[in-house]
């Protein structure tokens, strides 16, 4: 048999390797920090109906729990995520028709969705390749940040399919115009370098300094009060899209809604600059400890 024919058979066989749902998401709490991985190495973390599926419980479990402040989201192995899968995905679903389609779009847009509004501060660590429908759980983390040698790109013009799920939409958002077309016409890859530059992440680093730096940020975040956090990053989010008359009123009115869960931080936060002198807000967060 030709390797071409092998890889042929293999794909149509059925996937027997193939671990079972529960296992397509690895976490640890550690330390305040939800460590949450794309787990199909084999398969280059790419997103089957099984994955999204579990992402989603994972999500659940995590986001109330006390001892989550922060969550990331990487991937094992070599990958983030190498988006959608093409054959679990897009074939299968594609051959139960249009109510399989449509499950299978309800559930990766499910989760990408909750994480975008997800109550605690989320990190996108992108360890290596991110491609296509990646592009949505990357925009829906809060920030991120890639190793230098990861690669990032919209890879659906390649098998001759727009950038669909939201991927044309994250271009749009975040890089420039020119950037945002070439990206999505040409289907080359860009390093995290470059990611960076383009604004599709917040920083590149050396692979073996990433998780550090997450880590660093992490524990900012952690010191920070989580009610103001969870108002601060929902209303980066949607201003975008107001008038600056709406966007005005719409702070006032988020940040009355934020005293209703917690109106004594921020007084806290005043006294210890004012009276106590412990502190200085142009330099750090006040001690929520001592609150
Ligand atoms: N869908 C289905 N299977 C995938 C995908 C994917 N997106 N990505 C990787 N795999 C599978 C491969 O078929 C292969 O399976 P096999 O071992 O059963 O043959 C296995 O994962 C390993 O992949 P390789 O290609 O052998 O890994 P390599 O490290 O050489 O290359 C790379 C990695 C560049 C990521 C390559 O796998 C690739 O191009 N993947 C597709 C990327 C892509 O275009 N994704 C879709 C974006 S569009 C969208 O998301 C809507």
Request: hydrophobic share 40%; net charge neutral; aromatic share 10%.
């Amino acid at each position: 048999m030709t390797s071409k024919a092998a890889r042929a058979a293999k794909a149509s066989a059925p996937d027997s390797s193939d671990r079972a749902e529960a296992d397509t998401v690895a976490f640890d709490v550690i330390d305040g920090i939800a460590w949450v991985r794309f787990n199909r190495p084999e398969k280059r973390n790419c997103m089957s109906p099984k994955l999204n599926r579990q992402m989603m419980r994972v999500l659940d479990e995590l986001e109330f729990r006390e001892d989550v402040l922060v969550l990331v989201l990487s991937g094992e192995g070599t990958s983030w995520s190498a988006g959608m899968d093409l054959k679990e995905y897009f074939r299968e679903t594609e051959a139960e028709g249009l109510p399989g389609v449509r499950r299978a779009q309800r559930e990766s847009y499910g989760w990408w969705r909750r994480l975008r509004w997800y109550q605690k501060p989320t990190i996108a660590m992108v360890n290596g390749w991110c491609f296509g429908g990646g592009y949505g759980p990357l925009f829906a983390c809060d920030l991120a940040f890639a190793a230098e040698e990861a690669q990032f790109g919209l890879s659906e013009i390649n098998w001759g399919i727009l950038p669909g799920g939201g991927a044309t939409k994250v271009a749009r958002e975040l890089m420039p115009f020119r950037k945002a077309m070439y990206h999505a016409l040409m289907g080359e890859n860009i390093d995290g370098k470059t990611a960076a530059e383009w604004g599709l992440v917040n920083e590149a680093l050396p692979g073996d300094q990433l998780k550090a730096r997450v880590e660093q940020v992490a524990k900012v975040l952690m010191e920070k009060n989580p009610v103001a956090l969870k108002a601060a990053k929902d209303a980066i989010r949607r201003v975008g899209e107001m008038t600056y008359d709406n966007a005005e009123d719409y702070l006032v009115r988020a940040q009355e809604a934020a005293n209703s869960f917690d109106n004594h931080g921020r007084k806290e936060g005043i006294k210890q600059f004012i009276d106590e002198k412990s502190y200085k807000p142009g330099l750090g967060a006040y001690d929520k400890k001592s609150s």
